[in-house]
């Protein structure tokens, strides 16, 4: 390979579209150089052999060159020990590509990040729980410098378990002065949050709206086409 070449690379596909006739431009997460965006000539051809390797969700190893915003696929070889998900693991999982896409800066490497997002692959494919995904997104706003502030208010005093608060975004959490504000959260879901501790089902559905507050928030309110699909599929 040429010097202009990385490769070696560990890398998910998050998302591929149409690029002329033959070719796609894939978004991909890698470990060592986050996400990037690269042109994959040819992928289109029915003999391409990456044709059937830009999967979403299998792990694979790839190496790219060039310069710019989008650079070009030269390699790509799939690792295996991903099983394929399907129904509500299917649905997570694209809810995770989204969040990366929605979230997750160009060229902005996060190994730790990398790591949580295969592990979570892999609890989804033996078992999609709710709380992988509150896992995810505390990990995701974390590595981003969005972390949450779980152990103190913003007065600085310890978070009691048995009060209500609202959770302010530039400051934390305040106790709460209204009851009637439009989303209060207990003091031991913040607790449990900290934890990554999801076993009460108050504690799970609390976290959830709290993370919807703060995701619209940090995306400036983009629409997530997976929450879209599975309200519809509710109605259904």
């Not at 690269?38 to 830009?54: I, Q, T, Y």
């Not at 990398?114 to 729980?129: E, F, K, Q, V």
Request: charged share 25%; with cysteine.
């Amino acid at each position: 390979m040429g010097r202009n070449v990385i490769g070696g690379q560990p890398a998910y596909v998050l998302h591929s579209h149409p690029y002329s006739e033959t070719s796609l431009v894939v978004e991909i997460f890698s470990r060592d150089f986050g996400r990037i965006a690269l042109l994959a000539r040819g992928a289109r051809r029915p003999r391409s052999a990456l044709r059937g390797l830009l999967l979403a969700f299998q792990p694979l190893e790839v190496a790219w060159s060039g310069k710019g915003e989008v650079q070009t696929l030269v390699k790509a070889e799939w690792q295996g020990g991903q099983p394929l998900l399907s129904g509500k693991a299917l649905l997570c999982a694209y809810y995770l590509n989204e969040l990366l896409l929605h979230l997750l800066p160009r060229a902005d490497a996060h190994e730790q990040l990398y790591s949580a997002y295969a592990g979570t692959l892999l609890r989804l494919a033996d078992h999609p729980r709710e709380s992988d995904l509150r896992v995810f997104e505390c990990a995701l706003l974390r590595e981003l410098g969005y972390g949450l502030t779980l152990k103190h208010d913003a007065d600085g005093f310890p978070i009691d378990p048995s009060e209500d608060y609202a959770y302010e975004i530039e400051r934390g959490p305040t106790r709460a002065k209204d009851r009637d504000q439009a989303f209060l959260v207990k003091g031991k879901t913040l607790i449990d949050i900290g934890g990554g501790d999801f076993s009460d089902p108050r504690s799970l559905a609390e976290a959830k709206q709290l993370m919807r507050i703060l995701i619209a928030y940090h995306t400036s309110g983009k629409d997530f086409q997976v929450r879209k699909f599975f309200m519809e599929l509710q109605e259904l």
